[in-house]
């Protein structure tokens, strides 16, 4: 199938599942008043769930609590278990709103597994793990998460056992949700409680890495617009429309256990920041806010004639659209990516974690049927996603996302198809606004015996990307009991092989055991990509070849000396490298870290098949 055809979409809708799809949608979308019974506990079950990560010496550990009555204690406390024994080692206040303490913990030993418990009053105990960094394993495995709908008619009423039990199975070295944790938009910690019950078991014994999208902070779409007041809310006109006060209060429940940020001055109205990086297992992670610094289309591109994020009009010009001034990522997070980029220290291989991907990722949405292009995605502004890919791919950094609800692999491109990075849109963990990926063309350069709908592509608004797989729904009414597997809900698995310098992404269906051999994922999967295939330019040159003695899988940084532009940074696998370079030129090479860290300036770049190799010792 390349696309939905219209008398399809005329059954679907004649039989009521479309029209289903859009009033569940118009329901979520909206400002909610649903309110999830908090249940009352005992001040034995104070505690409901906690975050942690650790990275660069220090813990950081956030425990959320249930409301506290009046008068209880506001303080809690972090114990590890010591030669048999529990030790405290730091204390925290109960912030409010939210009920949610942060423990920051430094220095923290990372090489060994540690019990702890976190402790409320007398009676409240919650146990859990920290685990050491996996630095010794070849293989180091992320299980990835989006759109959790905790309303009864967008699966919230179906339990999360089988999502809790696989992982379990797989045993993954991180976890990470993508956004929309929550979708309720007045109660953020009713249902964040809820979403603590479901995955606390899991969360509880691995590093977690959670970021709010915009349904987790009270609005439809987000366009951040670096914090400004929004008077819609639907986040049409830029900004936040819930309180700062709202807004912190999810930022501090879902993204305080993470690592510090990069740079911690807030944006407008004093709304925090959280854009960081995390190494697991000598995998670097660039955790990014799509959407806080990214502007509102509202005046800057054409009037759509409806749905301000939703242009149906075919035939426009995309250059009409990629409106000038207009930010994505923003100028202080591609400052920190630039810098990310660059620096490999304790890191063998890279990774970007955000909210959605750098493309338009379906044609068809649920009840608003096809879309000519999608201005709440991050193929919009262009110039913005391309600026944004351009640093990326400096890392051969692959990028894992969600928000889509439709699990896709796109090798995106910015003057040429794949000459940047991959990126693995997860599947939503219960998917009722449907999604297609669904050109009405067949796509070029397809593999051999691959669907129609991969291959080369340009998407709604111009930007250049190559489908490898898309887990469309299934056409037919779902079956009593399968609607999650129908409407193809799931969760990802990306495992990084540091020892082959390889990225594979895997695509699992709800409802099954990932352990059974007959067990099948979304069709197309999995993928395996090489790491350097995330910086797909072809080279217009070379410098000369290297080789390496006293020194194992060194970082090599080329740096073109016309602009002064480092063009890529890579921790080589093994001992001989031949740089590869985009003009003629000459250029400057930093080789090894540190104290060993080498500087070889002048080199001029010529053709592959130069002569003897620059030995250099450490």
């Not at 807004?247 to 920041?273: C, K, N, W, Y």
């Not at 969760?491 to 409802?511: S, V």
């Not at 790491?531 to 070849?545: E, F, I, T």
Request: with cysteine; glycine share 10%; hydrophobic share 35%.
């Amino acid at each position: 199938m390349v696309h939905v055809p219209c008398r399809l979409l005329a059954c679907l809708s004649a039989s009521g599942l479309l029209l289903a799809f859009s009033a569940a949608t118009a329901d979520e979308s909206k400002a909610t008043d649903r309110l999830l019974a908090i249940p009352q506990v005992s001040p034995a079950e104070q505690i409901c769930f906690v975050l942690y990560a650790h990275h660069d010496a220090v813990l950081k550990l956030t425990a959320q609590l249930y409301p506290l009555p009046a008068g209880a204690d506001r303080e809690v406390r972090l114990e590890i278990e010591d030669g048999g024994r529990w030790r405290e080692i730091a204390r925290a206040q109960v912030e409010e709103p939210g009920f949610s303490a942060t423990f920051r913990v430094a220095p923290w030993d990372a090489s060994r597994i540690v019990p702890f418990r976190v402790v409320h009053g007398s009676e409240a105990f919650y146990r859990g793990t920290i685990r050491k960094d996996p630095v010794e394993k070849e293989n180091i495995v992320i299980a990835a998460f989006t759109g959790n709908s905790i309303y009864p008619d967008g699966g919230g009423d179906i339990p999360r056992t089988d999502l809790v039990e696989n992982v379990k199975k797989i045993d993954p070295d991180l976890l990470f949700f993508s956004g929309d944790q929550v979708y309720d938009h007045n109660h953020h910690l009713a249902y964040w409680l809820k979403f603590g019950r479901d995955f606390g078991p899991l969360t509880r014994d691995r590093p977690t890495v959670t970021i709010p999208d915009d349904h987790d902070v009270g609005q439809s779409n987000l366009w951040g617009a670096g914090g400004k007041k929004s008077n819609r809310e639907s986040g049409e006109d830029g900004g936040y429309f819930k309180s700062p006060a709202y807004v912190r209060e999810v930022e501090r429940a879902q993204t305080s256990h993470l690592p510090d940020p990069f740079d911690p001055a807030p944006v407008d109205r004093g709304i925090g920041v959280y854009y960081t990086d995390l190494n697991v297992g000598g995998i670097s992670f660039a955790i990014l806010e799509d959407r806080k610094f990214k502007s509102s289309p509202l005046g800057l591109v054409p009037d759509t004639g409806g749905r301000i994020d939703h242009v149906k009009r075919a035939g426009f010009d995309p250059a009409d659209y990629d409106a000038a001034g207009a930010e994505l990522l923003g100028e202080r997070q591609l400052r920190f990516v630039r810098h990310w980029a660059a620096d490999w220290e304790s890191a063998e291989m890279k990774a970007v974690l955000s909210q959605t991907i750098f493309c338009g990722g379906a044609h068809v949405h649920g009840g608003a049927g096809r879309l000519a292009a999608d201005l709440d995605s991050n193929g919009w502004p262009q110039s913005g996603r391309n600026r944004a890919l351009a640093e990326i791919r400096k890392a051969f950094a692959v990028h894992i996302a969600g928000d889509q609800h439709l699990g896709t692999v796109f090798h995106h491109g910015i003057d040429a198809h794949g000459d940047a990075g991959y990126s693995f849109c997860v599947p939503s963990i219960a998917n009722f606004y449907l999604r297609w990926w669904s050109p009405e063309t067949p796509g070029n350069n397809r593999l051999p015996g691959a669907p129609a709908y991969t291959g080369e592509h340009l998407d709604g608004l111009g930007n250049r990307i190559t489908c490898s797989a898309a887990a469309n729904p299934k056409m037919e009414h779902p079956l009593p009991g399968k609607a999650l597997n129908t409407f193809a809900a799931g969760f990802g698995t990306i495992e990084f092989d540091k020892a082959n310098r390889t990225i594979t992404f895997n695509c699992w269906p709800r409802n099954v055991d990932v352990t059974d051999p007959g067990t099948k994922q979304y069709p197309g999967w999995p993928i395996t990509v090489a790491q350097r295939d995330n910086y797909g330019r072809k080279p217009v040159a070379y410098l000369p070849p290297l080789a390496f003695e006293g020194a194992t899988d060194p970082v090599v940084q080329v740096i073109e000396e016309k602009t002064g532009n480092i063009l890529y940074t890579l921790r080589i696998k093994g001992h001989t490298f031949q740089p590869w370079v985009f003009a003629p030129g000459r250029y400057t090479l930093h080789v090894g870290e540190g104290e060993q860290r080498r500087t070889i300036r002048g080199l001029r770049a010529g053709s592959k098949d130069q002569a003897s190799p620059l030995v250099l010792r450490f």
